[in-house]
């Protein structure tokens, strides 16, 4: 079965860093785009960050560019983000995502989520 595991979320104070990863499983990874998407309380889901499956090309958006980097291991089936800078505002839930072509269809699949939570 599909599983995407997200770890590495915590408690951080404002200007600090963490890393996050999403350990997958269960799909053709290193052709699947990978994403991390976040969710504050009473907003909507937002794109974080995003990498191809060849790990060559990246968009970010505009809230965490030059403070977050997106990376992946396809040896070991893992994307991470590696999030510098942090400010009070990028507390949210964050979500693993993956998305594929199984042919005719465009697959997506989510991970649980992580909780971080930046404070003083």
């Known amino acids: 079965q599909v599983q995407l595991v997200e770890s590495g979320g915590g408690l951080v104070q404002p200007g600090g860093s963490l890393r996050l990863s999403c350990a997958a499983s269960?799909?053709?990874?290193?052709?699947?785009?990978m994403s991390w998407f976040r969710q504050a309380p009473g907003k909507e889901r937002e794109l974080v960050a995003l990498?191809?499956?060849?790990?060559?090309?990246?968009e970010y958006a505009n809230f965490v560019k030059g403070r977050f980097t997106i990376s992946r291991d396809n040896a070991e089936n893992t994307v991470y983000l590696q999030m510098g800078n942090l400010k009070t505002e990028d507390t949210a839930v964050y979500y693993c995502?993956?998305?594929?072509?199984?042919?005719?269809?465009?697959?997506?699949?989510w991970g649980q989520g992580t909780q971080v939570t930046v404070s003083s």
């Open positions: 269960g799909f053709p990874f290193s052709t699947y785009a």
């Open positions: 990498i191809t499956g060849g790990g060559t090309e990246f």
């Open positions: 995502h993956a998305e594929g072509d199984s042919g005719n269809f465009y697959l997506t699949y």
